[in-house]
T-cell receptor, first 114, second 113 residues
Framework: DAGITQSPRHKVTETGTPVTLRCHQT?????MYWYRQDPGHGLRLIHY???????DKGEVSDGYSVSRSKTEDFLLTLESATSSQTSVYFC?????????????FGPGTRLTVL | DQQVKQNSPSLSVQEGRISILNCDYT??????FLWYKKYPAEGPTFLIS?????DKNEDGRFTVFLNKSAKHLSLHIVPSQPGDSAVYFC????????????FGEGTQLTVNP
């Protein structure tokens, strides 16, 4: 299994509070991604990173920010959590871009915003 | 605009029979397709993939078929086993979009003993 950990694994928070989720990899892969999974929507890309300090938006980036100061860590921040951000969040990594790009996923973080 | 669609939210089959999971896409720039399997409380795991230059790729019990003219791919599992019960996601990427994947909604497969 790819060495990807996510912390915390579960979190309950209140509307309006800031939340940071962490993804840590030991594979030294260049690319890292944050997805959210919701019923009826599959996995939707929030933000991704193509290198240290290099990030870009995905399809559902509103309300989220990311940072990558080291190859191994990719942080996802909800500046002011809302109930619509209740979801399961997955981090993924990949070595390459373009065709033949398999992404490998972490175990997920279940976030509940009350 | 859902570029990758899995129209069947669920599928139930008997152990030993064939499972066929379907996926349709609309973006003609997609050139690489993947299937992921997901168990509850775990992250998705990569299962099998196919590039647009092929129409079939086989790996053990799993075969993926690609019909580019119909913008359709399918995953065949033969024979199905109870341990195959999971959510299956179809995903696609385009060379022009770098490393980004677009996922379908997922299909819950249940294999009954």
């Amino acid at each position: 299994d790819a060495g990807i950990t996510q912390s915390p694994r579960h979190k309950v928070t209140e509307t309006g509070t800031p939340v940071t989720l962490r993804c840590h990899q030991t594979e030294n892969h260049r690319y890292m991604y944050w997805y959210r999974q919701d019923p009826g929507h599959g996995l939707r890309l929030i933000h991704y990173s193509y290198g240290v300090k290099d990030t870009d938006k995905g399809e559902v980036s509103d309300g989220y920010s990311v940072s990558r100061s080291k190859t191994e860590d990719f942080l996802l921040t909800l500046e002011s959590a809302t109930s619509s951000q209740t979801s399961v969040y997955f981090c993924a990594i990949s070595e390459n871009s373009g065709t033949y790009n398999e992404q490998f996923f972490g175990p997920g973080t279940r976030l509940t915003v009350l | 605009d859902q570029q990758v669609k899995q129209n069947s939210p669920s599928l139930s089959v008997q152990e030993g029979r064939i499972s066929i999971l379907n996926c349709d896409y609309t973006n003609s720039m997609f050139d690489y397709f993947l299937w992921y399997k997901k168990y509850p409380a775990e992250g998705p795991t990569f299962l099998i993939s196919i590039s647009s230059i092929k129409d079939k790729n086989e790996d053990g019990r799993f075969t993926v078929f690609l019909n580019k003219s119909a913008k359709h791919l399918s995953l065949h599992i033969v024979p199905s086993q109870p341990g195959d019960s999971a959510v299956y996601f179809c995903a696609a990427s385009a060379e022009t979009s770098g490393s980004r994947l677009t996922f379908g909604e997922g299909t819950q497969l249940t294999v009954n003993p």
